[in-house]
């Protein structure tokens, strides 16, 4: 069984730049996350997907960044404009909806904004 | 969602065993406790999950007391490759909605 993907895996910008990630999650999987993990921290989530309807994005910064997961199954994650605050490592993950505890992540994208 | 406390770090040597404990005092009566590790590079991998009790699969055992406010994860014999971040989670499953809320974790480094 093919796991979640990710890419890019390395992304260096400047700040003030945009930026987006991609992720394709484990196949069936409904429900579908977007974390955000600074060095030396656990991952925060960011946004929650249940096929292409949100559910939860209450930590997302609204102003600069954005999701989407249109088809239900790949999902974007986009920042405009990048603060140097957001270098840190992008994680999707997924799950089944009768089994969100046990999730699956993908490999990450780390981001360096200078 | 029950808030958890977990040792930053730990050390350790190949072949011993290893035993992280996870104190969560204001745990729900529908909460289960979930573990997940994490090695560098790589997003994290869900380990055990359990409610009360004792659970056991072929990676760890989850020790789980009767009042619930704590678990230990213990790792049987580690080697170098346990060498990892290992997350303590407490939340309610068997809704329509569930959230993982990750801690710092406890660093283990496993010597030779």
């Known amino acids: 069984e093919a796991g979640v993907a990710q890419s890019p895996r390395y992304k260096i910008i400047e700040k003030r730049q945009s930026v987006a990630f991609w992720c394709n999650p484990i196949?069936?999987?409904?429900?579908l996350y977007w974390y955000q993990q600074i060095l030396g921290q656990g991952p925060k989530l960011l946004i929650q997907?249940?096929?292409?309807?949100?559910?939860?994005d209450s930590q997302l910064p609204k102003d600069r960044f954005s999701a989407e997961r249109l088809k239900g199954v790949d999902s974007t994650l986009k920042i405009q404009p990048a603060k140097l605050e957001d270098s840190a490592v992008y994680l999707c993950?997924?799950?089944?909806?009768?089994?969100?505890?046990?999730?699956?992540f993908g490999p990450g994208t780390r981001l360096l904004v200078l | 969602l029950a808030k958890t406390t977990q040792p930053i770090s730990m050390d350790s040597y190949e072949g011993q065993e290893v035993n992280i404990t996870c104190s969560h005092n204001n745990i729900a009566t529908n909460d289960y406790i979930t573990w997940y590790q994490q090695f560098p590079s790589q997003g994290p991998r869900f380990i055990i999950q359990?409610?009360?009790t004792k659970v056991t699969n072929e990676v760890a055992s989850l020790f789980i007391p009767a009042d619930r406010k704590s678990s230990t994860l213990s790792l049987p014999r580690v080697s170098l490759s346990d060498t990892a971040v290992y997350y303590c989670?407490?939340?309610?499953?068997?809704?329509?909605?569930?959230?993982?809320?990750f801690g710092t974790g406890t660093r283990l480094l496993v010597s030779p």
């Open positions: 997907f249940q096929n292409n309807g949100v559910v939860d």
């Open positions: 989670l407490v939340g309610e499953i068997n809704t329509g909605f569930q959230k993982l809320v």
């Open positions: 993950a997924s799950s089944l909806v009768d089994n969100q505890e046990t999730q699956y």
């Open positions: 196949s069936g999987h409904a429900t």
């Open positions: 359990g409610y009360k």
